[in-house]
């Protein structure tokens, strides 16, 4: 009715919490910190890099990338009555489609290093495999993102 709603975690990277690195509970709140609303129309994708401290003061640097969605309507709505309460003829057939609605979706990335930067790069590659449908393994796509090989010094390239 309203619009406003509740955000909810879709899919994760790693699926269960590390030992020393716990998901950090209430990240769906934090990612709409004006709460979860859908909007009439599409809004530019918006980006942010936010520090949270967890109880041993250590640092988890949150980094943001939210763009917009279109969305089914919840129903549609009909024509008014007129003035003796029953519906007119033509209009009873014909339901009243309601405008077209966008709900946000956010990408995070919770990290204990300061990479701004590389977080942002990193997230534009994920929403643009996303919105032009490739077809490639958001899990591929992660774990070559997180995994780089360091060579031996003086060893083979």
């Known amino acids: ?8 975690i879709l899919q994760r990277f790693p699926e269960k919490d590390w030992e020393d690195n716990p998901f950090p509970q209430g990240i769906e709140l934090f990612c709409q910190p004006s ?11 918006t980006f942010f890099v936010a520090v949270l401290t967890d109880i041993n003061s250590e640092r988890h640097y949150c980094a943001c990338f939210t763009f917009w969605e279109a969305v089914e ?6 024509h008014a009555r007129n003035g003796e309460g029953e ?4 209009e009873a057939s014909t ?13 995070v990335l919770v990290s204990r290093l300061d990479h701004a930067e590389v977080f ?3 997230l534009g ?3 643009t495999i996303y919105v032009d449908g490739l077809s490639v393994s958001l899990e591929n796509v992660i774990g070559n993102l997180l995994t780089c090989t360091i060579p031996i010094t003086g060893g083979a390239q």
């Open 73 to 78: 309507s919840p129903q549609p709505q009909s």
């Open 120 to 122: 942002r790069n990193s």
């Open 35 to 45: 709460g979860w609303q859908l909007f009439p129309e599409r809004n530019p994708p």
């Open 95 to 107: 339901p009243v489609q309601p405008a077209q609605l966008f709900a946000p979706k956010s990408l």
């Open 87 to 90: 519906e007119e003829e033509q």
């Open 125 to 127: 590659l994920i929403y």
């Open 1 to 8: 009715g309203s619009g406003d709603g509740q955000g909810q």
